[in-house]
């Protein structure tokens, strides 16, 4: 199974247990899929992270709510999709990579319209 299929099916089961009553294995569900989740998603990433933080807050665990936190905000501040945090350690901006489609098609499809207007 995909490792996004695979962290996905986690996020879910996670929740799932949650909301019946089971902190312990959500977090446990939870921690598995933060682990297998792709880097090339990172917006689904956060989603997890942001999961994992609520859990932990509710269960008391404030420290690890707090450090997911800041690494949240971090992966926002990477990847420009908050303002300015505050002064703290910068990290230089990521890109979201672009999976399953080969570099050379990339670069084809930004010729092609360029070769049609040369036409």
């Known amino acids: 199974m995909h490792s996004l299929q ?16 089971h902190p312990e294995a959500a977090l446990q569900h939870l921690e598995q899929a933060r682990v ?9 990433y956060s989603r997890i992270l942001q999961a994992l933080r609520s859990l932990y807050f509710q269960q008391g665990q404030y420290l690890q709510a707090f450090q997911l936190k800041q690494y949240q905000q971090s992966l ?7 303002g300015f945090i505050g002064a703290g350690r910068l990290q230089p901006r990521q890109r ?12 084809a499809q930004r010729l092609a319209p360029l070769e049609e207007e040369n036409r």
Request: glycine share 12%.
């Open 96 to 107: 979201i990579r672009l999976v399953g489609l080969p570099t050379n098609l990339i670069g």
């Open 36 to 44: 297998i989740a792709p880097e090339d998603n990172p917006r689904f």
């Open 76 to 82: 926002a501040q990477q990847y420009g999709w908050g």
């Open 6 to 21: 695979t962290s996905l099916y986690l996020l879910l089961l996670a929740e799932s247990e949650q909301r019946l009553g």
